[in-house]
């Protein structure tokens, strides 16, 4: 169980080519969303150090989906992973940028679970949250050297 790395971006082209190829991986799960429930909600994270005040090289983007069965589909992507580092968990948390929040979502425990498309069943106050919420929150990337923050991401 290795985590994939993407290719380096060296571009805006090239990052743009890589999200589209992104939303494409995630197609069938996106139909089968729809089958179960009307996609209320999308959102594509960029992630990177500079918003996680952290000294990680890494980059990423999440993917998300909320369905109106309150399902939440993503994919977390990372990318130039310091040699000898590991992923380890990914959370939503609340926060504004620069501020640390509480997570109020576990998206992926484990580096197993990065880097594949998921489906979690949200409780009714995760998914108001997502689909119709106010308060800042973001995308926060964990891993065995920063273990605080790797790379982090604002949703709003």
Do not use: C
Request: hydrophobic share 45%.
């Amino acid at each position: 169980m290795f985590f994939k790395r993407l290719p380096p971006a060296t571009s805006v082209t090239t990052l743009i080519t890589i999200i589209v190829i992104f939303f494409m991986a995630m197609g069938p799960l996106n139909k089968a969303a729809a089958q179960n429930g009307q996609v209320v909600w999308t959102d594509v994270v960029r992630m990177d150090a500079t918003q996680a005040d952290s000294e990680s090289g890494s980059m990423g983007l999440a993917i998300l989906r909320v369905t109106a069965d309150m399902k939440l589909t993503y994919k977390i992507l990372v990318q130039k992973i310091d040699d000898g580092d590991m992923l380890t968990n990914a959370h939503i948390h609340y926060g504004a940028p620069g501020q640390n929040g509480t997570p109020f979502i576990l998206m992926a425990a484990g580096v197993q679970n990065l880097g594949k498309n998921i489906t979690i069943q949200l409780t009714q106050s995760q998914f108001n949250e997502l689909v119709n919420g106010t308060q800042p929150i973001y995308i926060n990337v964990h891993s065995h050297d920063y273990a605080g923050d790797s790379i982090r991401g604002q949703i709003r």
